[in-house]
């Protein structure tokens, strides 16, 4: 099983499934839909075997033997370049206990999302070719270690999310899509400059002793290839690493998405059919954080030591703007789409804790904030399909009409705010605890706590208003869950439940990996302090 490629299947695997549905008649619909539940299950199959054979004790980061399932093999090799010598990319693919949980949940949040894109009404073909390429993007993302690689799946995403907005989504579509990918070009444009500054900063040794410059992430982490150059700031003008930084960190902040990047959101998230909804907030925007923890930290950790305030400080901004703006909404999607932005500031609160548990926290966060936003999203989608309307206001007394469908929407609702005996309690709390044990966002943290009471207050409200009370007679005739609603909605409240009862079999997961990104940035910090880089 050493040399099972497992990580190319599980990311080129719908691949496959595009070509097929290409030779398959647009007639045949259905023939379409199984199919792509297929792949997709295979999928979530190949992503289970993964977690059952992971190496627990290995740390990864930015150590090449930490990882697990390694391929690597030289894609592109041009030689004889007069000003650069040598181009050599490599195709190199490897997890770590950062990147498991989120292809863990890629592969469930897809799976699900083809369950809800059942009622698709036009272009069957094409819609699942796209939503078959994006699936290969995001999950290209958390396996590449070659930045180059890195940015190719990163850039694949904007396409078919583009087109699955701009085609199959809500009456504004086009203004929504356009203003996804215009926000969402700006970050890879910032990106894509700060990968060739790193590019020319990096060299690589071949076997045969000389020295090429490489896109090799791990290279890009190694202490040898960090330049003090004097520099007595990490702040200081001159230091184009900061601008590296810059670049690279509002490039994912705008995918988390962060205040004041955020707009793009809640339009395309109204706009997006409910499937593309779910896989925006349930994977989407944790490649924004997770970039930040593969990328921005391991490779600037003694910026990241300097900025963390700042981070912080985000992260209190996002959880309570993001509350507030949520209490005020009266559609119901939207609603939703703001607690996204409040709830990803968690995440960002526990990365600028910058100890093991606030850093654990922030990556269960972003697990559990998948799979509870991801019920959420399909809890909204099945009271629009039914009534057409979204509004807040137009409703009242649901559970009377629809008990079982109201039982998993007050699960759901109860993880968000984080209710203990929930996965949502077990992440806030170890976000909490870790940003209060550092010294720098101690102040931040407190001040956050504060976004607990208001997800409690728009959370419950919302509850009220839709589903308690008399009913409005105009939604008597609604119907309760079918079977394919219960099979979108079973599996991930079973893991909503589990986590939060046994949250342990996901940090035992990541617990090497946050060790060694913690233990890292903190012996970067002395190095650089005792060589007068700081």
């Known amino acids: 099983m050493e040399h099972f490629p497992v990580l190319s299947l599980i990311t080129f695997l719908p691949v496959l499934g595009m070509l097929l549905i290409l030779f398959i008649p647009k007639t045949q619909e259905m023939l379409i839909k199984y199919l792509t539940l297929a792949i997709t299950g295979i999928q979530l199959v190949l992503s289970g075997f993964i977690l059952a054979t992971f190496d627990y004790a290995k740390g990864g980061v930015f150590d090449a033997s930490g990882f697990q399932f390694i391929e690597k093999f030289r894609w592109i090799d041009i030689s004889g370049l007069s000003w650069i010598g040598q181009i050599k990319i490599d195709y190199f693919l490897g997890i770590d206990g950062i990147s498991t949980p989120l292809i863990f949940l890629t592969a469930l949040i897809v799976f699900i999302a083809t369950l809800a894109s059942w009622n698709i009404p036009k272009s069957i073909k094409g819609y699942f070719i796209m939503f078959l390429f994006l699936d290969t993007g995001m999950m290209g993302v958390f396996v590449a270690l070659d930045f180059f690689l890195f940015y190719v799946f990163w ?235 979204r509004g807040i206001e137009e409703f009242g007394g649901l559970a009377t009409q629809m008990p079982i469908y109201t039982g998993f929407t007050t699960l759901a609702f109860f993880a968000a705010i984080g209710l203990p005996g929930l996965s949502g309690f077990i992440s806030e709390s170890f976000v909490f605890l870790g940003g209060f044990g550092s010294d720098q966002i101690r102040v931040i943290t407190i001040i956050s706590t504060l976004g607990i009471l208001l997800g409690a207050a728009y959370m419950l409200w919302t509850l009220q208003r839709i589903y308690l009370g008399k009913l409005n007679e105009k939604w008597n005739k609604l119907s309760d869950l079918t079977a394919r609603e219960y099979f979108m909605l079973v599996p991930l409240s079973i893991i909503i439940i589990f986590l939060g009862i046994y949250p342990s079999a996901m940090l035992d997961l990541m617990n090497s990996s946050v060790n060694a990104m913690v233990k890292f940035i903190a012996d970067a910090q002395i190095s650089f302090s005792a060589i007068g880089g700081l």
């Not at 499937?275 to 930290?297: D, E, F, N, P, Q």
Request: net charge positive; aromatic share 14%.
């Open 155 to 389: 850039e694949i995403m904007l396409l078919p999310m583009y087109f699955l907005i701009g085609i199959w989504g809500g009456p504004r579509r086009e203004y929504a899509a356009i203003k996804f990918f215009i926000y969402t070009l700006l970050g890879s444009v910032l990106i894509l400059l700060a990968i060739i500054g790193l590019y020319f900063s990096t060299q690589e040794t071949l076997s045969n002793g000389s020295k090429i410059f490489t896109f090799n992430m791990l290279e890009m982490m190694n202490m040898a290839n960090y330049t003090a150059t004097g520099i007595l700031s990490p702040l200081n003008p001159g230091n184009l690493r900061f601008y590296a930084f810059l670049a690279l960190f509002i490039g994912f902040a705008i995918k988390i998405p962060m205040f004041p990047f955020h707009t793009w959101l809640p339009d395309a998230h109204v706009e997006a059919p409910t499937a593309i909804s779910v896989i925006l907030a349930g994977v989407l925007l944790k490649m924004g954080t997770y970039g930040i923890l593969r990328v921005c930290y391991p490779m600037f950790p003694e910026l990241t030591y300097h900025l963390a305030w700042y981070i912080g400080l985000f992260g209190m901004v996002n959880i309570i703007y993001g509350a507030l703006c949520a209490l005020a909404q009266k559609d119901f999607k939207k609603l939703i789409a703001y607690s996204s932005i409040s709830h990803m500031g968690f995440v960002m609160l526990g990365m600028a804790s910058l100890n093991t548990l606030g850093v654990s926290g922030a990556v269960l966060q972003m697990f559990n904030h998948g799979t509870i936003t991801a019920m959420l999203f399909i809890i909204v989608g099945i009271i629009y399909d039914r009534a057409h309307t």
